[in-house]
């Protein structure tokens, strides 16, 4: 894949959350273990029944290897745009760009079927719909884990940032991946079935972190677009191994033992029916604390089926495990 020195110019990175979803839910569906994902897996993976016939259209279009629709992971115009922005230009897909997408897909998994055919047939409606079942899979899978996500993602592009301005964009590309090499003003993929042909892209270069595409690279050509490279975050491999902290003296004088101690035990998001068994207060004590923490942007909620999770947020995290 040629690049030339305005390509390089424009070389920017983006953390994106709509390249966490269809990894993720590959993951979730192939009923395997995972040796960096295990915990998320475990707590995750039996509550996917909740979203009920939402999240048959979404697995359609992720089938378990192979080609996943361009239009699933639209061009990011800002470094970090929102799920709410992505599924807006997910919903605005052309009708005709969503057809030849739909159209690969069969090439190379076979006849669509019914899900998929009403998406042809009236891409608008099926869109809406899909951007639906996207949003309730978020809210039940990654939402009450971005915090902790967007951490390591976030930590990766500085690292990335630091490297380039002090040895140079060829640096950071030769050391993204190890099926990534830079070399007399190509990007060359190892192991990539099929070439990639940098006229059918437009100006630039996206590179996004990711939690869960690994240990491969994930690669997007569309026509007017930047070229988007998914390539796995460093640090993914402590992603969920990080130890709560205990509940300090100093936390508790300030929030209330009760409060301090529903946070330590969010390590991994949580019901109210859950927390209440693990710290012995009463459900409705658990509400209460809950509650407050909400109100100070500690905890965020997440509905998921007939739960609603409790997750620590970024503020939280950076509280409980301060940097150095």
Do not use: C
Not at 9 to 18: K, S
Not at 31 to 40: K, M, S, T
Not at 154 to 163: F, G, S, T, W
């Amino acid at each position: 894949m040629l690049f030339t020195a305005g390509d390089l110019a424009r070389m920017r990175f983006v953390v994106a959350p709509m390249w966490e979803v269809g990894p993720s839910l590959r993951l979730l569906r192939s009923g395997l273990p995972h040796a960096v994902h295990g915990p998320w897996v475990e707590q995750v993976r039996p509550r996917l029944g909740a979203l009920g016939p939402a999240l048959g259209l979404l697995a359609d279009l992720v089938p378990p290897t192979g080609y996943v629709p361009d239009f699933l992971n639209p061009a990011p115009t800002g470094s970090a745009p929102t799920l709410a922005e992505e599924l807006a230009a997910i919903r605005a897909t052309p009708a005709g760009r969503a057809r030849r997408d739909l159209d690969r897909l069969a090439a190379g998994h076979g006849a669509l079927g019914p899900r998929l055919q009403a998406l042809y047939a009236d891409p608008p409606a099926g869109l809406a719909r899909l951007a639906e079942a996207i949003e309730a899979y978020w809210e039940l899978a990654l939402a009450p884990y971005w915090a902790r996500i967007r951490a390591v993602l976030d930590a990766d592009v500085l690292y990335r940032a630091r490297q380039a301005a002090e040895h140079g964009a060829a640096r950071v590309l030769n050391e993204l991946h190890a099926g990534l090499r830079w070399t007399d003003g190509a990007l060359r993929l190892g192991h990539r079935a099929r070439p990639l042909n940098r006229r059918t892209a437009g100006p630039g270069l996206l590179l996004i972190p990711s939690a869960f595409t690994g240990p491969g690279l994930y690669t997007l050509l569309a026509p007017s677009s930047p070229p988007q490279l998914a390539y796995p975050a460093r640090g993914i491999g402590d992603l969920w191994t990080t130890p709560s902290a205990p509940v300090g003296a100093a936390l508790a004088a300030v929030l209330g033992r009760s409060r301090a101690l529903l946070l330590t035990e969010l390590a991994a998001p949580a019901s109210t029916t859950e927390l209440a068994r693990r710290t012995g207060l009463s459900p409705s004590a658990v509400s209460q604390y809950l509650t407050a923490l909400r109100d100070a942007r500690l905890v965020s909620a997440h509905r998921a089926g007939r739960w609603v999770l409790y997750a620590r947020t970024a503020t939280a995290e950076a509280l409980l495990n301060p940097p150095g």
